[in-house]
């Protein structure tokens, strides 16, 4: 069974900076895509950043180097540094993994995380 677990979201305030980390756990050989999203109620779920296993890297039109993603393949995590945080980046923010391979032939899934809550306020 593969979870997504993040963590490093909380309160902070205008201006400041926040670290998520993604952990992926169970039976994980490789994941060809890691990918942070957000949310606020009543929107559609948007993407943050996502970086492929190679390396490739893809960033929501919003980000405006705000925010920079990378991973760990080794250890199957993906973090997201966020810089210059303003009240409008508050969402719950989801990790996801694409092309997740479970097993030695090739079986591959995507996952979803259960997010954690990042509030900007003063």
């Known amino acids: 069974q593969v979870q997504l677990v993040e963590s490093g979201g909380g309160l902070v305030q205008p201006g400041g900076s926040l670290r998520l980390s993604c952990a992926a756990s169970?039976?994980?050989?490789?994941?060809?895509?890691m990918g942070w999203y957000r949310q606020v109620p009543g929107k559609q779920r948007e993407l943050v950043a996502s970086?492929?296993?190679?390396?490739?890297?893809n960033y929501g039109a919003f980000v405006k180097e705000k925010f920079t993603i990378s991973r760990d393949n080794a250890k199957n995590m993906a973090y997201l540094q966020m810089s210059d945080l303003k009240p409008e980046d508050t969402a719950v923010y989801y990790c996801?993994?694409?092309?997740?391979?479970?097993?030695?032939?090739?079986?591959?899934?995507?996952?979803w995380g259960q997010g954690t809550q990042v509030t900007v306020s003063s």
């Open positions: 970086m492929t296993k190679g390396g490739r890297i």
């Open positions: 996801k993994a694409e092309g997740l391979i479970t097993t030695s032939w090739g079986e591959e899934h995507d996952y």
């Open positions: 169970g039976t994980v050989f490789s994941i060809f895509e």
